[in-house]
C-alpha cells in the first residue's frame, strides 16, 4: 500500500536554530499537508498545498515557516527560529483529487527543541 | 468557530463486544466527517469518511452514523479485538476550506482480552 515517508523520525535542535522537515507525500496525489500535535493535545492544521503554491494556511504558519516542494516528489517544511513551544509531532499528509477523500498520514517527526 | 468533542475518558471494553465512540460538533453542520485511528508516536490512519447526506456507512467491523440534527457522529467497532486498542479521532472540514480539517482530542480505546 502507498506510503507517506517523512524523514527523520526525532529531531532534536537548539532554539534559534532552523530545522527542514522532509516528507515524500504519495506520488499520484495532489494535495499536501502539514500538521503538527503537541503532546497530549489536538492535531492542528498549519498549511494545505496545491499546484505548486501554499492554498490555506493557518494563524500558526506565520512568517515562521515556509514550505516547498523543490521536485516532483518531496514536500518540505521548514521552521526558522526555533522556539521552544515549536516542539511537538508535525505530520506531512496528501489525498487525492475530490474533496472528501480521507488523507494518509506520515509517521511523522518529532521536533524537540532544547 | 466549529469546535469538536469527543469524549476524554478512556473506553474500557471486553473483547468481543461493541465498542461506540462519540464525536460532537458545535457549529455548522459539516460537509462530511471522518474518523482516523492513531497508536502512540504514529500518525493518524484514515478509517472512514461519512458524508452529510448519509446516515450510516460500513467498512468490515466498523460502521458510522451521522445526525445532523443532534450534531454527533457515532463510530461502532463490533466483535472488538486487543488489535483495536487505540486512540480514536474525528476530523471535520473547516467551514469555508474543505481542506483544512478540524480535530478532536481522540478517545482511547482499551479491549482486553
Known amino acids: 500500500e502507498p506510503e507517506v515517508t517523512q524523514t527523520p523520525s526525532h529531531q532534536v535542535t537548539q532554539m534559534g536554530q532552523e530545522v527542514i522537515l522532509r516528507c515524500v507525500p504519495i506520488?499520484?496525489?495532489?494535495?499536501f499537508y502539514w500538521y503538527r500535535q503537541i503532546l497530549g493535545q489536538k492535531v492542528e492544521f498549519l498549511v494545505s498545498f496545491y499546484n505548486n503554491e501554499i492554498s490555506e494556511k493557518s494563524e500558526i504558519f506565520d512568517d515562521q515557516f515556509s514550505v516547498e516542494r523543490p521536485d516532483g516528489s518531496n514536500f518540505t517544511l521548514k521552521i526558522r527560529s526555533t522556539k521552544l513551544e515549536d516542539s511537538a509531532m508535525y505530520f506531512c499528509?496528501?489525498?487525492?483529487?475530490?474533496?472528501?477523500?480521507?488523507?494518509?498520514f506520515g509517521s511523522g517527526t518529532r521536533l524537540t527543541v532544547v | 468557530s466549529q469546535k469538536i468533542e469527543q469524549n476524554s475518558e478512556a473506553l474500557n471494553i471486553q473483547e468481543g463486544k461493541t465498542a461506540t465512540l462519540t464525536c460532537n460538533y458545535t457549529?455548522?453542520?459539516?460537509?462530511?466527517l471522518q474518523w482516523y485511528r492513531q497508536d502512540p508516536g504514529r500518525g493518524p490512519v484514515f478509517l472512514l469518511l461519512i458524508r452529510e447526506n448519509e446516515k450510516e456507512k460500513r467498512k468490515e467491523r466498523l460502521k458510522v452514523t451521522f445526525d445532523t440534527t443532534l450534531k454527533q457522529s457515532l463510530f461502532h467497532i463490533t466483535a472488538s479485538q486487543p488489535a483495536d486498542s487505540a486512540t480514536y479521532l474525528c476530523a471535520v472540514p473547516n467551514a469555508g476550506n474543505n481542506r483544512k480539517l478540524i480535530w478532536g482530542l481522540g478517545t482511547s480505546l482499551a479491549v482486553n482480552p
Open positions: 457549529n455548522y453542520s459539516p460537509a462530511y
Open positions: 506520488s499520484n496525489h495532489l494535495y
Open positions: 499528509a496528501s489525498s487525492e483529487p475530490g474533496r472528501g477523500n480521507g488523507y494518509t
